[in-house]
């Protein structure tokens, strides 16, 4: 009996398998194309925290949060737009891309520069940049992540997924490089410098490994086009931004709340929960595109993604818990003895966060990007909340058990409201299928 309902169980699961294929096809393409990247990140992560100080690794990684917020915030949902307005202009598509690529990079310039001036208001003796060249190589790094996040999402959108993954290769190995020829100079500034200019490198990698694969784009800009698009464009931008910023501002906030010290120890696992989180957001993205060919198939797609991407996040919860002070000591040394067991509950918050990305794409199938956006904002602000309570009550551990709350609870309830909302707009109104029965 417990044999048969073991093949009776298995081979269940292997149809439904079959019956999602080019879901999950897309989905490992994905996940496996990014990983590569990510995986190349945490070499550069690991070396930088084997050659300089605590405090430096703390200080550089709040300087690239800050450029990570300014990027995504200057991306504005462009890069979103990219995705799925290429194809309808398929024959503009160069002007497009080239509007895109001038306001995104020129937007971020100036956000950043805007907050080089304010900041140093609220930092106080944290004060992470001092002097024109810092300054300026903070602008540059800010436009150049803007630009390489729409020029990615422009390849994603005309489905040369082969150059985006040249590209993050390219940035990845060279700015490895750049690292190791800047370790005499033991300063945040240097490994800024291996970021900014690995970045640019890889831009001009890939116009000589594939040519012609970025100097296509060098168009005159469609910004009657894009103008056009502005609709979609601060839907999607007010849906990414409320979706992503909390997790990007986290090792700042760290920062700001703790030390650079502890910040790199932080960073440093958070980092590995990040990587982590590739695969459940890579289900979640392709989900969109999966339910739009195949609407039958909505409730079961959407099943499946959920539940690879809760196993996913409670194997990993139970990685870290059992492994973060190895996982520190991977690092650097100095490591667990910063942090204790203070991060040992963090990875469990990813079972928050796959809710949350979820509920994001069934916004975007929903087309209610705009109402959806005003929960992720308020659950957003939870988390920030929670973090800060949780660090002013208990120091790093009390940073952790607010945010992990504050993110389940928060994705949870995101993700039955989606659902909520789902059955009753997809319901024969989009995909035509019945999911108030299959969901």
Not at 273 to 302: K, Y
Not at 312 to 327: A, K, N, P, T, V
Request: with cysteine.
């Amino acid at each position: 009996m417990p044999v048969a309902f073991t093949r009776s169980i298995f081979g269940g699961f292997i149809r439904a398998l079959r019956k999602s294929a080019p879901f999950l096809k897309n989905s490992g393409a994905m996940v496996i194309g990014t990983i590569a990247s990510a995986g190349l990140g945490f070499v550069f992560w690991w070396l930088a925290a084997r050659l300089f100080p605590p405090e430096t690794i703390g200080r550089a990684s709040a300087l690239f949060a800050v450029m990570g917020l300014i990027a995504m915030i200057s991306e504005a949902g462009l890069g979103t737009v990219l995705v799925g307005e290429i194809v309808r202009h398929h024959d503009k598509k160069r002007g497009l891309v080239a509007a895109a690529c001038v306001v995104g990079p020129i937007f971020a310039a100036v956000l950043s520069a805007i907050f080089m001036f304010t900041a140093e208001q609220w930092e106080g003796s944290a004060h992470l940049i001092d002097g024109v060249f810092v300054g300026s190589m903070f602008v540059a790094g800010c436009a150049l992540t803007s630009l390489s996040l729409l020029f990615d999402q422009a390849l994603v959108g005309m489905l040369r997924t082969t150059s985006r993954m040249i590209r993050q290769a390219l940035f990845s190995l060279l700015k490895l490089g750049l690292l190791l020829i800047a370790i005499k100079s033991a300063s945040e500034t240097a490994i800024m410098m291996s970021w900014v200019l690995g970045m640019l490198a890889s831009f001009l990698g890939l116009e000589i490994v594939r040519r012609r694969e970025v100097t296509q784009f060098i168009h005159k800009p469609d910004f009657g086009l894009l103008h056009s698009l502005r609709g979609k464009v601060l839907d999607h931008f007010q849906l990414d931004f409320a979706l992503q910023a909390p997790g990007v501002a986290m090792p700042y906030l760290v920062l700001l709340l703790l030390s650079p010290v502890i910040n790199a120890a932080f960073s440093a696992l958070w980092m590995v929960v990040t990587m982590i989180s590739i695969i459940p957001a890579a289900l979640a993205m392709v989900l969109f595109p999966a339910v739009r060919s195949d609407p039958e198939q909505t409730g079961h797609h959407i099943r499946l993604s959920l539940a690879l991407s809760m196993v996913i996040s409670f194997c990993c919860g139970l990685f870290i818990f059992f492994s973060s002070q190895q996982i520190l000591g991977i690092f650097n040394p100095a490591y667990p003895d910063i942090a204790g067991l203070d991060l040992r509950h963090l990875g469990f918050g990813l079972i928050g966060l796959s809710f949350k990305m979820h509920a994001g794409t069934l916004a975007r199938l929903t087309d209610t990007m705009a109402r959806a956006s005003k929960w992720f904002a308020l659950s957003g602000l939870l988390e920030i909340g929670c973090a800060i309570a949780g660090a002013k009550l208990g120091g790093l551990h009390g940073l952790v058990i607010g945010w992990t709350a504050a993110v389940s609870m928060a994705g949870a309830m995101l993700m039955l409201k989606g659902v909520a909302v789902a059955r009753t707009k997809l319901s024969g109104e989009t995909v035509g299928t019945a999911l108030p029965e299959t969901l």
